[in-house]
């Protein structure tokens, strides 16, 4: 039985560009957008809660004169595993050094070279796991908070960016739900939920850019932040977009293991300058697994600690970094020192306890080049989109230069399009309706479903997946979404109802996409299925709406 309800529908709120998201995808085209008209920015938490702010180890550009743009485009095609779209990776890679520029012109504060990395760069140029050349550009080893905060200060301080703290998006608003008539469908905005104040408002747009970020929070253990529920994934489905490459959900290998803390990464450079894999008893066990062993591609080396883990017992292995100078240890992994420091462990003399955690979705909305989604006036953008240039596996730092260089590509595009935009004339939007729904007596039935959708996720498809454990969670998540979607019309939306509704879409379609694919690729490893098949597989699994 449902209590009456507490919460109130309020007015419309019309903007010329909708963006949902804040991270350096969202922020971005934002303030690229915000030359054109008004932006409303909308995220969950703050604008400092994304997955940006807690990324570490850089961008990748082409940056120096010993790099090239056919070496990262190859390094980028190779981790990719054959299903990169050359084309997309070729573009990505080409607009990075313009966009690192613009990063500079803004004030991030990127490491400057020490002159002792033998390039010609200006900046301190990192070299990450599967890239052939010092090319990752960062700050320190907190890369993603120096960008955030540069590209908040801008937003901040732009009179054309409005933005909504603690406002969660419900559902998309299309044209074919709102007035049937129209021939095509099209978004004009979306529903949200004012968490301060309990209001719900239909936010309006001439055009809408997804920027939610990943679906980290579907897995038990995730390096993600709490806002990483796959809300834009579940909605541009809901409202007619195709999706794809669900099954390649990388895990990055070294998460911190440690009871009082979750979700801290142990950034993939520290392996890059040298630090070393170990079981708990002190063995390298890399070097038998890749002959480029702890640089081996993140697939590669989750897998194999995976295994390891398996085979000792243990809950983790160690990440060993402290045969390298103290100094440089702490200069250029400051964040990384003092977190793991105020948890009892030098790394400069100690091991570091690390296992696998869910960590970057290589799939997501489908996407052309210019970040449109095939759903008239909606495009996605970032790691909520599949554009082609991740394929079944990302290469280290390709994920921020993606959000970055994408973001321009949607302006420009939208630029294109402005005067048709400008002048469309939507149907009349309907407020929100709250019929007879009322608030759930008890949010334990909440909480249950989301424990039960990670822990089956985590349990059935992780890191090595099979035919008998992807079918079990296909039958217990499609079980799932019904018990959801009754619930759900009888209960008013809430960011925790939503967030569950939107993972048990978001699994169910993982789910569907990893058993199309009868093959081990990239990220998809499959005990049944151990061999690459490029015969019939090497293309992108499409589930349509």
């Not at 002159?115 to 090319?135: P, V």
């Not at 040298?274 to 066990?285: C, D, E, P, V, W």
């Not at 009892?344 to 979705?361: F, K, L, M």
């Given at each position: 039985?449902?209590?009456?309800?507490?919460?109130?529908?309020?007015?419309?709120?019309?903007?010329?560009?909708?963006v949902?998201?804040?991270?350096?995808?969202?922020a971005?085209v934002?303030?690229?957008?915000?030359?054109?008209?008004?932006?409303?920015?909308?995220?969950?938490?703050?604008?400092?809660?994304?997955?940006?702010?807690?990324?570490?180890?850089?961008?990748?550009?082409?940056?120096?004169?010993?790099?090239?743009?056919?070496?990262?485009?190859?390094?980028?095609?190779?981790?990719?595993?054959?299903?990169?779209?050359?084309?997309?990776v070729?573009?990505?890679?080409?607009a990075?050094?313009?966009?690192?520029?613009?990063l500079?012109?803004?004030?991030?504060?990127?490491?400057?070279?020490?002159?002792?990395?033998?390039?010609?760069?200006?900046?301190?140029?990192a070299?990450?796991?599967?890239?052939?050349?010092?090319?990752?550009?960062?700050?320190?080893?907190?890369?993603?908070?120096?960008?955030?905060?540069t590209l908040?200060?801008?937003?901040?301080?732009?009179?054309?960016?409005?933005?909504f703290?603690?406002?969660?998006?419900?559902?998309?608003?299309?044209?074919?739900?709102?007035?049937?008539?129209?021939?095509?469908?099209r978004v004009?905005?979306?529903?949200?939920?004012?968490?301060?104040?309990?209001i719900?408002?239909?936010?309006?747009?001439?055009?809408?850019?997804?920027a939610t970020?990943?679906?980290?929070?579907?897995y038990?253990?995730?390096t993600?932040?709490d806002?990483?529920?796959?809300?834009?994934?579940?909605?541009?489905?809901?409202?007619g977009?195709?999706?794809a490459?669900?099954?390649?959900?990388?895990?990055?290998?070294?998460?911190?293991y440690?009871?009082?803390?979750?979700?801290?990464?142990?950034?993939?450079?520290l392996?890059?300058?040298g630090?070393?894999?170990k079981?708990?008893?002190?063995?390298r066990?890399?070097?038998?697994?890749?002959?480029?062993?702890?640089?081996?591609?993140?697939?590669?080396v989750?897998r194999?600690?995976?295994?390891?883990?398996?085979?000792t017992?243990?809950?983790?292995?160690?990440?060993?970094?402290?045969?390298k100078?103290?100094?440089?240890?702490?200069?250029?992994?400051?964040?990384?020192?003092?977190?793991?420091?105020?948890?009892?462990?030098?790394?400069?003399?100690?091991?570091?306890?690390?296992?696998?955690?869910?960590?970057?979705s290589?799939?997501?909305?489908v996407?052309?080049?210019?970040?449109?989604?095939?759903?008239?006036?909606?495009w996605?953008?970032?790691?909520?989109?599949?554009?082609?240039?991740?394929?079944?596996?990302?290469?280290?730092?390709n994920?921020?230069?993606?959000?970055?260089?994408?973001?321009?590509?949607?302006y420009e595009?939208?630029?294109?399009?402005?005067?048709?935009?400008?002048?469309?004339?939507?149907?009349?939007?309907?407020?929100w309706?709250?019929?007879?729904?009322?608030e759930?007596?008890?949010?334990?039935?909440i909480?249950?479903?989301?424990?039960?959708?990670?822990?089956?996720?985590?349990?059935?498809?992780s890191?090595?997946?099979?035919e008998?454990?992807?079918a079990?969670?296909?039958?217990r998540?499609d079980?799932?979404?019904?018990?959801i979607?009754?619930?759900?019309?009888?209960?008013?939306?809430?960011?925790?109802?939503i967030?569950?509704?939107n993972?048990?879409?978001?699994?169910?379609?993982?789910?569907?996409?990893a058993?199309?694919?009868?093959?081990?690729r990239?990220i998809?490893?499959?005990?049944?299925?151990?061999?690459?098949?490029?015969?019939n597989?090497?293309?992108?699994?499409v589930?349509?709406s």
């Amino acid at each position: 039985m449902a209590k009456k309800a507490s919460i109130q529908v309020g007015e419309h709120i019309y903007f010329d560009f909708l963006v949902i998201g804040s991270g350096v995808a969202g922020a971005s085209v934002a303030l690229k957008l915000s030359a054109l008209g008004k932006v409303g920015l909308l995220c969950k938490e703050t604008l400092f809660d994304c997955n940006t702010q807690w990324a570490q180890g850089g961008i990748a550009s082409v940056l120096s004169e010993n790099d090239s743009y056919e070496s990262h485009t190859q390094d980028t095609l190779v981790a990719g595993a054959g299903l990169c779209h050359e084309k997309t990776v070729r573009k990505v890679v080409s607009a990075g050094p313009k966009a690192i520029e613009e990063l500079i012109d803004m004030g991030v504060a990127f490491t400057p070279n020490d002159q002792q990395n033998h390039h010609d760069y200006e900046f301190h140029l990192a070299q990450e796991a599967a890239h052939s050349a010092r090319r990752i550009i960062h700050a320190d080893d907190m890369t993603g908070a120096a960008l955030q905060k540069t590209l908040v200060k801008k937003i901040s301080e732009n009179k054309n960016i409005s933005i909504f703290e603690f406002h969660t998006a419900i559902d998309l608003i299309v044209t074919d739900k709102v007035s049937p008539d129209f021939s095509r469908n099209r978004v004009l905005g979306s529903y949200v939920i004012n968490e301060k104040n309990n209001i719900i408002s239909a936010f309006i747009a001439k055009a809408t850019i997804l920027a939610t970020g990943g679906h980290g929070k579907l897995y038990l253990y995730t390096t993600n932040p709490d806002v990483a529920a796959g809300d834009g994934v579940a909605m541009a489905w809901r409202a007619g977009a195709r999706v794809a490459n669900l099954e390649f959900m990388q895990f990055h290998p070294t998460c911190l293991y440690s009871p009082r803390v979750k979700n801290f990464l142990i950034s993939e450079a520290l392996r890059g300058e040298g630090a070393i894999l170990k079981s708990k008893s002190g063995k390298r066990f890399m070097e038998n697994e890749h002959p480029l062993k702890e640089l081996a591609p993140r697939d590669i080396v989750a897998r194999a600690i995976d295994a390891e883990i398996k085979k000792t017992g243990e809950p983790f292995v160690y990440l060993d970094i402290s045969h390298k100078d103290p100094e440089f240890i702490k200069t250029h992994f400051p964040g990384i020192y003092s977190k793991c420091l105020g948890l009892g462990i030098n790394i400069t003399t100690d091991p570091i306890p690390v296992v696998p955690a869910a960590h970057y979705s290589c799939g997501g909305i489908v996407t052309d080049m210019r970040g449109r989604t095939g759903v008239k006036a909606l495009w996605a953008i970032g790691e909520v989109a599949c554009t082609g240039l991740h394929g079944a596996n990302r290469l280290a730092s390709n994920s921020l230069l993606e959000g970055l260089v994408f973001a321009e590509f949607v302006y420009e595009d939208i630029q294109i399009l402005w005067p048709d935009l400008q002048h469309y004339i939507s149907p009349e939007i309907p407020k929100w309706q709250l019929g007879k729904a009322g608030e759930p007596d008890e949010m334990v039935v909440i909480s249950q479903l989301w424990d039960e959708i990670r822990r089956t996720m985590w349990n059935y498809v992780s890191i090595v997946r099979t035919e008998k454990r992807l079918a079990r969670a296909a039958a217990r998540i499609d079980q799932i979404c019904q018990e959801i979607e009754t619930y759900y019309w009888n209960i008013i939306p809430s960011r925790a109802l939503i967030e569950v509704r939107n993972l048990a879409a978001v699994a169910q379609l993982t789910v569907k996409c990893a058993r199309m694919r009868k093959e081990s690729r990239g990220i998809h490893y499959s005990l049944d299925y151990p061999y690459t098949d490029d015969i019939n597989y090497k293309k992108d699994t499409v589930v349509l709406s």
